[in-house]
């Protein structure tokens, strides 16, 4: 299979406008909108692999239920399978902020906080990164990591996250969210306090064990310890 490209899907008229309200007022633009719950097992959160050791983050619907979107190698990586096929009215792709954002405690976060994928020993990481304060929120995570140019990796939520779509004044928009329904300040606050807490463990050394008397011989005797003396000759 050859590298996987993507098309960028066009914007609607009034799609674009509400997009360049967003990016405009974007105070505005988090109290806009609404969302609405996601049937999440129609959705898979991927991570592409581009270049030598970055990543790229994307998210695929299953719209109709054959053919399949994606499908599950024995590995455990994911086949893009849409790209063997016509994939419209079928599948959809989310690819980049037009399509996916987040949204906490009901209305869209700041544009300060930006999703980034790291990857570390403990596998990869999607995570919510405040780029003026720092710090930073894991919202979905994968285990099972190789990087491979024809396959995915698939990422799950982290507990408390989901996913929604954007809403505008009882109309369902395209866009998707990575939502929690806590504050952005609570979260960062809890990361950073789960961060403190682990920097505190630490393995207390047992004591060493009491040096052996001097007196006490091994064999059990107690008394002074003979030395052998060597007479000096010239």
Known sequence: ???????????????????????????????????RPLQEDRFAILAQAVGRDRWKLLVLEQIKARPLCWEERQDGLMNPSLNNFDFTGICSRYLDSNGYSLRTSGTDADKRYRLRLNQSRNGLTLQAMDSL????????????????????????????WS?????????????????????????????????????????????????????RRRNGQRGPIRLTVIPFRP
């Open 133 to 160: 304060g720092g710090g930073g929120i894991t919202v979905a995570r994968a285990r099972n990591v190789r990087r491979d140019k024809n396959a995915f990796v698939k990422l799950t939520l982290e507990p408390g």
């Open 163 to 215: 996913l929604e779509r954007r809403s505008y004044k009882g109309r369902t928009l395209s866009h998707v969210y990575f939502a929690n329904a806590k504050p952005m300040n609570t979260l960062m606050a809890t990361s950073k306090a789960n961060t403190g807490d682990r920097s505190l463990i630490f393995t207390a050394s047992l004591p060493k064990p009491p040096s052996q008397p001097i007196g």
């Open 1 to 35: 299979m050859g590298r996987t490209y993507f098309r960028k899907a066009a914007l609607t008229g009034a799609a674009v406008g509400l997009a360049a309200i967003a990016g405009s007022l974007p105070g505005l633009a988090r109290a806009l909108f609404d969302s």
